[in-house]
């Protein structure tokens, strides 16, 4: 069993890691310790979007993550990318839609989370990055909507780092903290991506 700290290392720094430990896993479990929820969920997330089964365990103040690659015979990359069903990504920088007037651009915005909630196919995400982080937050005039959008299987990742800067990490009200490792994956994996 190969184990590995990530205690003490900034996002995405354990997901990257643990991505890199998982590249040269045969066969075998990987624990990951961290030092925080946050950074648990994000490398949880990773472990599972890459097949793997995760086990977290809490020890003290440190969390224990279990990580064992799936068996079998694997598809390839190509294999993988050929079967997949599109993955419409949504990305979202401000809380505001367009350039000019802040009120029309709220109401614009507003208009356009709405508007997916009747779409097909639903977005495969919601990326809130900068100030967009702001309509996951407490306050929001959107919440109701992006609520709405998740109860409908749409992944509403918020930037942590962003949410730190404004100090909104306490008051998000819906989707889950992100890192820039998983934000950018699904930026890659996005098919088509969406910049309203």
Same mark, same amino acid.
């Given at each position: 069993?190969?184990? !590995?700290?990530? %205690? ?7 997901? =990257? ?9 045969? #066969?075998?479990?990987? =624990? ?10 994000? =490398? *949880? +997330? ?9 086990? /977290? ?7 224990? $993550? %279990?990580?064992?690659?799936?068996? #079998?015979? *694997? ?14 990504? /949504? &990305? !979202? ?11 029309? #651009?709220? !109401?614009?915005? %507003? ?12 977005? &495969? +995400?919601?990326?809130? !990055?900068?100030?967009?982080? %702001?309509? @996951? ?11 709405? $959008?998740?109860?409908?299987? =749409? ?30 994956? @699904? ?5 088509? $991506?969406?910049?309203?």
């Amino acid at each position: 069993m190969s184990v !590995i700290d990530c %205690r003490g290392l900034a996002c995405p720094q354990p997901v =990257v890691t643990t991505k890199q430990a998982l590249d040269q896993l045969k #066969g075998e479990e990987l =624990v990951v310790i961290v030092a925080n929820s946050i950074s648990s969920n994000n =490398v *949880e +997330r990773f472990a599972q979007s890459q097949g793997c089964s995760v086990i /977290v365990e809490k020890k003290g103040e440190d969390y224990h $993550l %279990r990580i064992r690659k799936p068996g #079998g015979s *694997e598809k390839t990359e190509l294999d993988q990318k050929a079967k997949s069903p599109q993955k419409p990504v /949504v &990305y !979202i920088n401000s809380p505001l839609l367009g350039i000019g007037d802040e009120a029309l #651009g709220s !109401i614009l915005m %507003r208009a356009f989370l709405k508007t997916l909630l009747d779409l097909k196919p639903k977005p &495969y +995400r919601l990326i809130l !990055i900068n100030s967009g982080v %702001r309509l @996951s937050s407490e306050g929001s005039e959107v919440l109701e909507t992006l609520k709405a $959008l998740s109860d409908q299987g =749409v992944a509403i990742l918020s930037c942590g780092t962003c949410l730190d800067f404004y100090g909104l990490k306490e008051r998000l009200r819906v989707g889950t903290v992100s890192n820039m490792f998983e934000i950018a994956q @699904s930026l890659l994996d996005a098919d088509p $991506l969406i910049r309203p």
